[in-house]
């Protein structure tokens, strides 16, 4: 029935965020939703704070008023896009605590793959299978096919450079990890 997994970002009233993601997970427990309330999360840092001399590690919500959550979505051949389910929608929007989903109109708007790695809710990994002086082929447009060495990788920024020869110019291009491939 589900086709994918998206996150959403759920307004709450201030304090509460803690409350809401607890009375959520016991909602999944309660009404056997775990397949489509997938997970819940309220984004924290630990920080070091200096009160009286004496430094103490704190846990401090990143985003006050927010709580997100990742939920099964199904694709509406009527409207051509993913959806959640009317009892999700209904169970998290009636949620004590919740104003209502992060969108316009309060519809709620799934966050981009993009968003998610920004925000550190979901970490990516990626195995690299190659290393510095390797030949690669580039995998996405527009250097799609072309093959080149590998010049640096940084795996904190999910970066490699790729060294190509075009128009008999070497030319360097930075890529995600993911975006090339050995050459065998």
């Known amino acids: 029935m589900f086709d994918d ?13 803690n409350k809401v993601a607890a009375n959520i997970e016991k909602i999944v427990e309660n009404r056997k939703m775990h397949d489509e309330i997938l997970e819940v999360r309220v984004p924290t840092e630990m920080v070091t704070e200096i009160r009286d001399d004496q430094k103490k590690e704190v846990e401090r919500k990143l985003y006050p008023g927010y709580v997100l959550v990742k939920l099964a979505v199904f694709y509406d051949s009527k409207s051509g896009e993913l959806k959640m389910t009317d009892e999700t929608w209904y169970v998290i929007r009636n949620t004590r605590g919740v104003t209502g989903f992060v969108g316009p109109e309060s519809k709620p708007i799934p966050l981009s793959e993009r968003e998610v790695l920004a925000l550190g809710v979901e970490v990516r990994t990626v195995e690299v299978k190659y290393q510095v002086g390797d030949l690669v082929t580039v995998l996405v447009e527009p250097f799609a096919d072309f093959s080149g060495t590998v010049d640096m990788i940084d795996t904190s920024k999910d970066l490699v450079r790729v060294i190509i020869s075009m128009m008999g110019r070497e030319m360097p291009i930075d890529l995600e990890l993911d975006q090339v491939e050995p050459v065998v």
């Open 5 to 17: 997994a998206k996150w959403y970002v759920v307004h709450t009233y201030s304090g509460y965020e």
